[in-house]
């Protein structure tokens, strides 16, 4: 016995229901739910234990295939990939709207071709000429790339199906993508997931790299879908504030190697430039010492960073209640350390308000940066400018001791090669770094010593 059942699918969040609503229960979006192809719905009844071929079990340790990976010509793109682009495989490409996903894949293509492999670039957003123009910017003008204005799947892969597959195939971007078998308007989650997985099957029966390029929604995840995330080998993430230079090109997900790597790049005039030494682009012009400031070396899986924090203590007069305000750091992270310090080292925020910022539009996500955080804090509100040549790290624990963090010896060497004499950390860290000296801190009121004693 086989049923069907009705099923509305958000097309915001892809979450699914059953009765047609207003507002998506999970994503609370209004007017977002359509009704999608019923999914098929199999009674206790069914028997589903003869009938069916039988399929082969292999051992793990069978010999496969090495790993060949199609480098992207970019040193960073490759880097955050783990060591290429993987033939056969989907990567998903998501970023805000002016980010520089279509340059980045433009100089990719550029850089593949010109190596002598053959690229076919789609872009379901801009007109061929469009195109064109940027690739002359960037210098490409001259390179093999196959370049269509196409929305159409089927003409797509009709069209691809006629000649060899190329090395690399690029999407921009996979919510313009029309398949005339689905219902729906393009860039419904029924369309970018039907869209998604014919050019995935294609790419994989044909050894093809596939780029998808893939919008963000307003709350930072790609529209249309979860379930494109689970139907691709790897998702990246290109961040960065507009206002700002510097480009993050991150994985999120990837079947082929690590996902904690990054590519730094900054958005110049003939393009996207590689960044190799990002420490030097995250540590604004230091040059004065100035109260507020801490350099942290930061760890962007291992490659170390080195970022500058910045605290702004402004006393109030009245009893208004004082902001706090954050940029590049977690919020409640800052209250908490607000309130060790307060409880643990006799120091008062109360009536102040505190504004925090890492330099460069730069997001820390590592607990090491407690310790940076709290020598800028304690800097700012004592008004007393830190060594300009130190940097600091640990984790703060509620009862105000500084924990041990990962990777010491690795933030320690990189701040000596830039040039940093003095470092401050946890106890337990044993640095090996030639030039520098070392510090371990027990507690953050050894801390809030140091910087009231320095002078
Ligand atoms: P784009 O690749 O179109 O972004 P996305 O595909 O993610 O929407 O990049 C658009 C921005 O990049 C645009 O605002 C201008 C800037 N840009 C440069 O600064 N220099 C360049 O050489 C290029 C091509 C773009
Ligand atoms: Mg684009």
């Not at 609503?21 to 994503?27: A, K, L, T």
């Not at 433009?106 to 789609?122: D, I, K, P």
């Not at 080998?233 to 082929?256: C, P, T, W």
Request: charged letters at 20%; hydrophobic letters at 45%.
């Amino acid at each position: 016995m086989v049923k069907t059942k009705r099923r509305y699918v958000c097309q915001a969040c892809g979450s699914v229901t059953h009765r047609w609503q207003g507002q998506c229960p999970d994503c609370a979006e209004w007017n977002t739910l359509a009704e999608d192809a019923p999914a098929t719905v199999f009674s206790l009844k069914h028997d589903l234990s003869s009938g069916g071929r039988a399929i082969t079990f292999e051992a793990l340790d069978a010999p496969s295939d090495p790993l060949v990976r199609l480098p992207s010509g970019l040193a960073e793109f490759d880097r955050a990939l783990g060591g290429g682009l993987v033939p056969g495989s989907a990567i998903l490409m998501g970023g805000d709207p002016g980010i520089g996903k279509s340059t980045l894949l433009l100089q990719t293509a550029g850089a593949v071709a010109r190596a002598g492999a053959s690229v076919v670039y789609v872009s379901g957003e801009e007109a061929a000429g469009q195109v064109r123009m940027r690739a002359g910017r960037l210098g490409l003008a001259d390179a093999p790339i196959k370049l269509a204005a196409a929305t159409g799947v089927r003409d797509i892969l009709t069209t691809l199906g006629q000649g060899a597959p190329p090395a690399l195939l690029i999407i921009d971007s996979i919510q313009t993508m029309h398949s005339d078998t689905i219902e729906g308007a393009p860039g419904t989650v029924s369309q970018v997931r039907g869209c998604a997985f014919e050019l995935i099957r294609y790419a994989k029966e044909n050894g093809v790299a596939l780029v998808l390029v893939g919008h963000v929604t307003k709350d930072g995840s790609i529209a249309g879908p979860r379930v494109l995330e689970h139907m691709v080998d790897v998702v990246m993430s290109f961040e960065g504030e507009r206002s700002h230079q510097y480009r993050i090109l991150r994985a999120l997900k990837n079947r082929f190697g690590a996902i904690d790597e990054i590519g730094v790049f900054a958005m110049a005039g003939a393009g996207l430039e590689e960044v190799a030494n990002p420490s030097l682009l995250f540590l604004s012009g230091r040059e004065e010492p100035l109260a507020g400031s801490a350099v942290f070396p930061a760890l962007e899986g291992t490659r170390p960073v080195l970022v500058e924090i910045q605290a702004l203590i402004v006393k109030l007069q009245s009893g208004a209640t004082p902001r706090r305000a954050v940029v590049g750091w977690d919020s409640g992270r800052l209250a908490m350390l607000l309130a060790v310090l307060e409880s643990r080292c006799g120091l008062n925020f109360s009536s102040a308000e505190v504004y925090l910022n890492v330099a460069g539009g730069y997001r820390l996500s590592d607990p090491a940066a407690d310790l940076a955080v709290a020598a800028a804090l304690v800097s700012a509100l004592a008004d007393k400018p830190l060594a300009t040549h130190a940097v600091w790290f640990g984790e703060v624990s509620l009862a105000g001791e500084i924990r041990p963090v990962a990777h010491a010896g690795l933030r320690l060497r990189e701040a000596a090669k830039l040039g940093f004499g003095m470092g401050y950390g946890p106890v337990e860290a044993e640095p090996d770094s030639p030039g520098l000296n070392y510090r371990g801190l027990r507690r953050l009121a050894n801390l809030v010593d140091r910087v009231v004693a320095e002078e």
